[in-house]
């Protein structure tokens, strides 16, 4: 059989949606090593020994809701691929815009040594994708889920990152004293993308990608709760000028821009994603 009847024979037996077809290819072309422009080269010759098998397993978990990062095993964001694994919140394309942000900010400012904090950091995504753009930070990530930490830092040792930029397990809703003492009113920018699907969204978001972790996602009833905590504690870990930088959800802008005034930020906005929904927000602590 060529590759291109194995491939369609398993999205066949799998009933894999048409939509996840393309998904199926990547699968298989990163399997081998392959560009996609490879496989296309290759889809019309024989299929070799053990794919066949490999294809239909892979069919399989795409049908049943794995993402195709998670059978490779690697997420690509920005300019960097990052590891992932069961248990792992895949990073999302509209996230790279933080990233985005927060260096243009650094960049703008143009001060020695810049320090930045990743909060609810994840695969580390965000904190590597910054240092990756820019050599003259240093980040530190932060991350209660013990498999997304250990996953950040081989992360951080496959793209020579390690020394730059570090990952310590912890809770951004406890005290902030015990993991991060040593960064107080010395961040440059804390940037954060940490659970904020509120109940009501709960489902349908689950349901989206029924695999991965539903704690990466929950924010509590409101989804405000992790924000309530990180916009308390922002301005003393942040320096005179620093700048807060949070991915948030639409409908959520008003009361995250109070708080922020209400704990002492000042300039809050809220920027909206390609759809042109609400989905960041910003604010700096006084000069
Ligand atoms: N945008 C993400 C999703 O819907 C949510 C990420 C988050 O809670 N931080 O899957």
Same mark, same amino acid.
């Given at each position: 059989?060529?590759?291109?009847?194995?491939? @369609?024979? $398993?999205?066949?037996? *799998?009933?894999? +949606?048409? #939509?996840?077809?393309?998904?199926?290819?990547?699968?298989? !072309?990163? &399997?081998?090593?392959?560009?996609?422009?490879?496989?296309?080269?290759?889809?019309?010759?024989?299929?070799?020994?053990?794919?066949?098998?490999?294809?239909?397993?892979?069919?399989?978990?795409?049908?049943?809701?794995?993402?195709?990062?998670?059978?490779?095993?690697?997420?690509?964001?920005?300019?960097?691929?990052?590891?992932?694994?069961?248990?792992?919140?895949?990073?999302?394309?509209?996230?790279?815009?933080?990233?985005?942000?927060?260096?243009?900010?650094?960049?703008?400012?143009?001060?020695?040594?810049?320090?930045?904090?990743?909060?609810?950091?994840?695969?580390? @995504?965000? $904190?590597?994708?910054? *240092?990756?753009? +820019?050599? #003259?930070?240093?980040?530190?990530?932060?991350?209660?889920? !013990?498999? &997304?930490?250990?996953?950040?830092?081989?992360?951080?040792?496959?793209?020579?990152?390690?020394?730059?930029?570090?990952?310590?397990?912890?809770?951004?809703?406890?005290?902030?004293?015990?993991?991060?003492?040593?960064?107080?009113?010395?961040?440059?920018?804390?940037?954060?993308?940490?659970?904020?699907?509120?109940?009501?969204?709960?489902?349908?978001?689950?349901?989206?990608?029924?695999?991965?972790?539903?704690?990466?996602?929950?924010?509590?009833?409101?989804?405000?709760?992790?924000?309530?905590?990180?916009?308390?504690?922002?301005?003393?870990?942040?320096?005179?000028?620093?700048?807060?930088?949070?991915?948030?959800?639409?409908?959520?802008?008003?009361?995250?821009?109070?708080?922020?005034?209400?704990?002492?930020?000042?300039?809050?906005?809220?920027?909206?994603?390609?759809?042109?929904?609400?989905?960041?927000?910003?604010?700096?602590?006084?000069?």
């Amino acid at each position: 059989m060529t590759l291109r009847e194995v491939i @369609a024979q $398993a999205e066949q037996r *799998a009933q894999l +949606l048409s #939509q996840k077809h393309g998904e199926l290819q990547y699968v298989v !072309a990163t &399997s081998k090593g392959w560009s996609c422009s490879d496989l296309l080269l290759r889809l019309d010759q024989p299929a070799e020994t053990g794919t066949q098998a490999f294809v239909e397993h892979a069919a399989q978990q795409l049908a049943d809701g794995y993402p195709a990062e998670y059978l490779t095993g690697y997420a690509a964001f920005c300019d960097i691929v990052v590891r992932v694994r069961e248990g792992v919140l895949v990073p999302r394309p509209e996230t790279e815009n933080l990233v985005q942000m927060a260096g243009d900010f650094i960049i703008e400012q143009d001060r020695p040594s810049p320090i930045a904090l990743d909060l609810c950091s994840g695969s580390g @995504a965000i $904190a590597l994708a910054l *240092a990756a753009r +820019l050599p #003259q930070v240093a980040v530190v990530g932060l991350e209660l889920d !013990a498999v &997304s930490v250990s996953c950040s830092r081989e992360s951080a040792l496959d793209v020579g990152l390690s020394e730059r930029v570090r990952f310590i397990q912890g809770n951004v809703l406890a005290a902030w004293s015990l993991a991060l003492a040593d960064f107080r009113s010395r961040t440059d920018v804390i940037v954060s993308n940490p659970p904020y699907v509120r109940e009501q969204r709960l489902l349908p978001a689950h349901e989206s990608s029924p695999l991965e972790p539903v704690r990466a996602l929950y924010g509590g009833v409101s989804g405000m709760v992790f924000y309530r905590r990180i916009i308390a504690q922002a301005r003393d870990w942040l320096r005179p000028g620093g700048l807060l930088l949070l991915e948030i959800d639409d409908g959520m802008e008003r009361g995250i821009l109070d708080l922020c005034e209400r704990y002492g930020l000042q300039g809050g906005r809220w920027l909206p994603d390609l759809r042109g929904l609400p989905r960041y927000a910003e604010a700096r602590r006084a000069e």
